[in-house]
């Protein structure tokens, strides 16, 4: 029994070979290397505790991609697959599909990859969706407009981490876009959809043998499209279990992936990131969401909630082997937070670095990090994970946890200066 995980992620979240310190099987392990240079990790001289462990360039050839993780699977006799990065959900199931092995296939998949799938299939149960469409050329795109007025917001369909997006607030700004995205031919991969008002909340949690084992949903104070321009503390907060929205949001959370979900389908063992808009007049519009684990730093947070790290349960899940904190939920027995958490996030903006935020040492920190330095030049944030620094932090109650968060975000922008670079 031998596992094949695709990594375009740096390598400090997920301590797999500790992880997996009761798996009986090899551990291979295919990176990205362009990820571990952004995040400022040095590139691992030998195995780093894998069985196998392979560099590539960068994943965006996906043919590449799938040409070397096939080979691998051959070669190390791979029974299972895991991905926890958007971008390589769709190659992993393509590779178990290849080779007839347990997990997800392409069919399974396909509904949380592509957005426009995605709500189709959701309007057809009966659930809220933004108004959309997949425009063939600017025509069509300024007939949409014409229709449902500003704002729009643009993105790729198989699209991630808000890379892309865009949000277009009138004719000239379309215009302009559509010039520029649809010159050369007519295009089905990107989809247009109507702006929806409101805070954007977000459910993470995990599926076990097909059934929701655990979810907890949190909501984002910041706009996640922003990240190209957002020089503040970006903050994200979990919901009380008594606010009239938890229950709301989880309920919805499980007709969403019944509805994506085929019946006796193979993807059975997995996270999610699901991401709500609760609007002024008090409804809930699915944006879209994810059958892995959610980014930044919500694996974290969801170890300041349950005592464990979602992206070590969901890749545990994935393998068979036991999920010790979660026997209440197999139980029927929701587990409930034993505190709130949160995280504070402060993007990279290009320049050069004069000063970082000091570690902090409130007791109410469970983890920080940096990923810059003074002295350096760093360049725009490249999508909406690429951090110069997080912290995640709990408390008894929501209020004071953001009351926290706020103060350490606070503290975060003072300590930090970047200048333009010379």
Known sequence: MSVLILHRNPFEPFPYARWLSDYAGDIVV??????????????????????????????????????????????FGIRHVVAHHE??????????????????????????????????????????????????????????????????????????NSIG?????????????????????????????????GRMCHVDGLVIDGR???????????????????PGARIDLTLDPDDPLTERLLSLTNRVLAALREPGGRLQNHGFHAEIFHTPDDRLVLCEIACRPGGAKVREVFHSLFGFNLGEYATRAALGLPLPLLEQSRGGTRPRPRSMAGQVLMMKRPGHVRSVPAV????????????????????????SSDFLTCAVAS????????????????????????????
Not at 40 to 58: V, W
Not at 179 to 190: H, K, W
Not at 360 to 383: H, K, N
Request: proline letters at 6%; charged letters at 30%; aromatic letters at 10%.
């Open 212 to 230: 929701t084992a655990l979810a907890w949903p949190s909501q984002y104070q910041y706009d996640l499209a922003s990240y190209g321009t957002d």
């Open 165 to 197: 997006l865009r949000i277009l607030r009138d004719r000239d700004e379309l215009g302009a876009h559509t010039a520029q995205v649809m010159a050369d031919a007519p295009r089905d991969d990107l989809i247009l959809e109507s702006f929806v008002p």
């Open 30 to 75: 295919l990176a990205a290397r362009d990820k571990l240079e952004l995040f400022g990790e040095q590139i691992p001289a030998g195995n780093h505790g894998f069985t196998h462990l392979e560099m590539l360039d960068d994943f965006e050839d996906e043919e590449q991609v799938r040409g070397r993780a096939l080979k691998l699977a051959v070669e």
């Open 360 to 383: 902090p040492d409130e007791p109410w920190v469970d983890r920080f990090w940096l990923y810059g330095g003074v002295g350096q030049v760093i360049p725009p944030a490249s999508g």
């Open 395 to 422: 408390a008894p109650t929501r209020a004071e946890c953001e009351r926290r968060l706020r103060a350490l975000g606070a503290r975060f922008e003072a300590q930090t200066e970047i200048t333009a670079a010379p």
């Open 87 to 160: 971008g390589d959900v769709s190659i992993a199931a393509w590779l178990r599909e290849a080779l007839r092995l347990d997990g997800a296939w392409a069919a399974d998949v396909q509904p949380f990859r592509d957005k426009a799938l995605m709500k189709e299939c959701l309007e057809q149960a009966g659930i809220e969706v933004a108004r959309y469409t997949v425009p063939q050329g600017a025509d069509e795109a300024l007939a949409f407009a014409d229709r449902h007025g500003f704002p729009l917001v643009f993105k790729d369909r198989a699209g991630f």
